[in-house]
Nanobody, 127 residues
Framework: EVPLVESGGGSVQAGGSLRLSCAAS????????MAWFRQAPGKEREFVSG???????KYADSVKGRFTISKDNAKNTLHLQMNSLNLEDTAMYYC?????????????????????WGRGTLVIVSS
């Protein structure tokens, strides 16, 4: 079991920025992927961004150019810098990680590939 703990959510006006963090205690694995998903009210959970241990990253089209994912390997912490936030970004944001024993060549976007999940951090964007 890998505990994932998100932080950094909050309320912000449209056009503003937030930086989410996810502490992944003891999670070190080659070929693994960490990612951010989000779930807006009344909608299904969706992929936002992911990063592979080989440092490649992937973004949903809706956040490209506005969000940046990064990982501090020394601190085992995943970050998501979110700029130019808009109303559609309002959601619960979840940190996720693939199982340590699975090796991925790319970055999956389906939540079924992710074994570990945080409890989420809420982002509210207002006009």
């Amino acid at each position: 079991e890998v505990p994932l703990v998100e932080s950094g959510g909050g309320s912000v006006q449209a056009g503003g920025s937030l930086r989410l963090s996810c502490a992944a205690s003891g999670y070190t694995a080659s070929g693994a992927v960490m990612a951010w998903f989000r779930q807006a009210p009344g909608k299904e959970r969706e992929f936002v961004s992911g990063i592979h241990t080989d440092t490649t990253s992937k973004y949903a089209d809706s956040v490209k150019g506005r969000f940046t994912i990064s990982k501090d390997n020394a601190k085992n912490t995943l970050h998501l810098q979110m700029n130019s936030l808009n109303l559609e970004d309002t959601a619960m944001y979840y940190c996720a990680a693939t199982h340590e024993l699975r090796v991925f060549k790319g970055i999956p976007t389906s939540e079924r590939h992710f074994t570990y999940w945080g409890r989420g951090t809420l982002v509210i964007v207002s006009s």
